[in-house]
């Protein structure tokens, strides 16, 4: 395991430019997330960082050594791609093990048998050891090749979208898992993704990327309570953060410059029927909560609330500001 | 606009049985979702509304009339599948106006009926775009267009944001529900993901196996579940199970969990000896040191305004959902305590809920 530093990254594909001066360190043992949509720079970052493709300037250190001028195989590193390749003529057991068999490595079979075994356990396909690869459903491929990174203690495991083509429930414990591992084996990783719930709940510390920049770098709980623009502050929460005018709701104390007031569910007060200045729309019951949907003046607002408060559709409410954040005409944050 | 019946429905496959007998009914503008896993019966109980199936027995009333034996064309409904198929060489006035000019309608009205459909849908300032240069947002209103434009009695729609990334799958979402709220067409919606029948549906009927398991409200579904399938089924992360074995008595109020005594309902029902087990949802779990049920906590979930922390205990891994304000180390030990009025009991061997004051409390909301 080793630090990873990336300096002034850039990289164009013809037009397009890719990536522009990247800045990132990644901590021995850290997992860091990066977060954006398809086309933002993620994989492309990940790529080289493997050394898949060759940066037209900046700077890449792995464990303090710049690996410029390594092949792919020299950097020490292990990537899991979004799509699961395995051998399909090898078992479960044989997969797992392939990456130890390397002479390079020079492992004893009892080494190579203790590592797999270990894994399979880890990634919960130890009763499936000796099945054939292509007999197995698409989340325990996805296990297996998960798996057969992690057998290999790399310098750093780059991961792309590895949970996304699973069905929700099992991507919900993989989730889970997967940051339980990474944290019992110490490693450092990189996960791309643009799911902003992996994002959240499996990183050290998230990346939020957008047109190949990097906008923010920080913990989960900085990143949604302090964003940094308003790019940012629309990338993280469930519901969305609702920007509005900064003269649309009592309550706020809005900074000079202030243009749009991002508020979420917690940066708003709700009262029935009160001195009422917005209207419930209707109702989405989520089971655990419920999706508000509000209507003040021309502006669409939605908000968690308990599922046993008494509101109905049609309701009047009085809906207060309490220390939502303010946003400049740029969209940077303002405080 | 009208309303759906189905009754004793059954549709054989040779000797596979991919619907048994359902019944139910969808009320003028209602919106139902057929919720379940792939092979659970959905589709097909969709297409033999739609009449692309036949049904075995059984029979479909559309708007009081029999249509059980109707050809699909005759039976003035719209099925929408992937919303994505639009006519590439056509703009999106042409593409919207196609089956009412297919249908031999006058220039004029069809002019006015695409005109009207596109305010609803709120793409009326890109009418003369040609389709190929649409953002897939717009590619997804105008194909919704095509279904509107007829107006018909109901729509049948098979999981039409099943291709979509998650993100731009919620403001769909919202959309096709808002979409419902200014038109209440009665709907009946097909898909695998509890989140879009929960988010959009007025009545949810959960499948297995070919039959309903539950058919009701998303919060009757979700507070008051009728068999472990459907508590599984709903919910993220679904209903913890906690399993024991013990008989019951009407009118008991607690039960003996690995020798600790927890509040529940009043049960409604006597039971002998067997294997039961105890539902509790997420949210319905609290931290209390002074809680007798113990645990350590194996993993937590940060999500903004609040987190999912999993607690591993002697009955297995149980996720709370708790406010957001505290940070919990693996391994931590903690307590756990129940809200007792929202917990439901299972009859393991059955799968279904043991009747307790939890399914007769007055519904809420």
């Known amino acids: 395991m080793a630090d990873v530093v990336l300096r002034n990254l850039a990289k164009r594909f013809g037009d397009t430019q890719a990536l522009a001066d990247l800045d990132l360190s990644i901590r021995d043992g850290e997992f860091v997330v990066l977060l954006g949509p398809t086309g933002a720079g993620k994989t492309t970052t990940l790529r080289l960082i493997a050394g898949l493709e060759r940066p037209d300037s900046g700077r890449i250190e792995i464990g303090g050594r710049n690996v410029a001028t390594e092949a792919p195989a020299e950097r020490d590193v292990a990537f899991v791609f979004q799509q699961y390749s395995l051998y399909p003529h090898m078992t479960v057991y044989e997969n797992l093990a392939f990456p130890l068999k390397a002479p390079v490595r020079k492992l004893s079979a009892e080494e190579i048998d203790r590592r797999v075994r270990e894994v399979a356990r880890m990634v919960r396909i130890d009763h499936k050891l000796e099945n054939r690869s292509t007999r197995l459903s698409g989340g325990e491929m996805q296990r297996v090749a998960i798996g057969r990174a992690l057998v290999r203690r790399p310098a750093i495991y780059l991961m792309d979208e590895p949970l996304s083509s699973l069905d929700a429930k099992l991507r919900a414990e993989l989730r889970l898992e997967l940051k339980r591992i990474q944290k019992e084996l110490g490693s450092t990783l990189l996960y791309v993704t643009h799911d902003q719930v992996e994002a959240m709940t499996m990183a050290d510390r998230i990346g939020i990327v957008a047109e190949g920049r990097l906008m923010q770098v920080g913990t989960p709980r900085e990143i949604y309570g302090n964003p940094a623009n308003l790019h940012v502050a629309a990338r993280l929460g469930q519901p969305h953060i609702n920007l509005l005018p900064a003269d649309l709701l009592p309550g706020g104390r809005p900074p000079a410059g202030t243009k749009t007031v991002g508020a979420r569910t917690e940066h708003l007060d709700i009262i029935v029927g009160k001195d009422a200045n917005a209207e419930i729309d209707w109702i989405e019951h989520l089971g655990d909560q419920n999706h508000l949907h509000i209507r003040a003046g021309n502006h669409k607002l939605v908000t968690l609330a308990d599922p046993y408060l008494a509101i109905a559709p049609g309701d009047r409410i009085s809906l207060t500001l309490r220390d939502p954040l303010y946003f400049d005409a740029a969209g940077q944050r303002l405080s | ?365």
């Open chain 2, 1 to 365: 606009m009208a309303d759906i019946r189905i009754e004793n429905l059954r549709k054989e496959f040779g000797s596979f049985v991919a619907v048994q007998d359902s019944s139910f009914t969808v009320h003028d503008g209602e919106f139902l979702a057929l919720l379940g896993p792939s092979g659970c019966g959905k589709t097909t109980t969709l297409r033999m509304i739609a009449g692309l199936e036949l049904p075995s027995s059984g029979k479909i009333y559309l708007d009081g009339e029999d249509v059980t034996f109707n050809r699909a064309s005759a039976r003035d409904i719209a099925f929408v599948f992937q919303l994505f198929a639009l006519y590439p060489h056509m703009n999106v006035r042409k593409n919207i106006g196609f089956p009412l000019l297919s249908q031999g309608m006058a220039k004029a009205e069809i002019r006015a009926r695409v005109e009207e459909t596109a305010r609803l849908l709120q793409i009326d300032h890109i009418l003369d775009r040609s389709v190929s240069g649409l953002a897939g947002g717009d590619r997804q209103r105008v194909a919704l267009g095509r279904a509107i434009v007829r107006r018909p009695k109901c729509f049948l729609m098979d999981e039409p944001l099943g291709t979509l990334d998650a993100e731009f799958r919620e403001v769909m979402v919202h959309e096709l529900r808002e979409l419902h709220n200014r038109i209440h067409a009665t709907t009946v919606y097909v898909t695998h993901d509890q989140h879009e029948a929960m988010a959009m549906a007025d009545k949810i009927a959960v499948m297995n196996h070919g039959v309903i398991e539950q058919f009701g409200t998303p919060q009757e579904i979700y507070a008051k579940p009728a068999t472990m399938y459907v508590a599984d089924f709903i919910g993220s992360p679904p209903m913890n199970f906690m399993r024991f074995n013990s008989g019951l008595k009407s009118g008991d109020r607690s039960i003996l969990l690995d020798g600790i005594d927890v509040a529940v309902p009043e049960i409604h029902q006597d039971m002998a000896e067997s294997e039961l087990a105890l539902g509790v949802r997420p949210e319905h779990i609290r931290f209390s040191d002074a809680s007798a049920l113990r645990g350590a906590v194996y993993g937590s979930e940060y999500l903004g305004t609040n987190q999912v922390v999993a607690v591993e205990t002697p009955g297995g891994l149980i996720r709370a959902r708790v406010p957001a304000n505290r940070s919990f180390r693996i391994g931590e030990r903690v307590g756990l305590e129940f809200n007792p009025a929202k917990l439901a009991l299972f009859d393991c061997r059955s799968g279904r809920a043991v009747p307790s004051s939890l399914y007769q409390e007055t519904r809420h909301g």
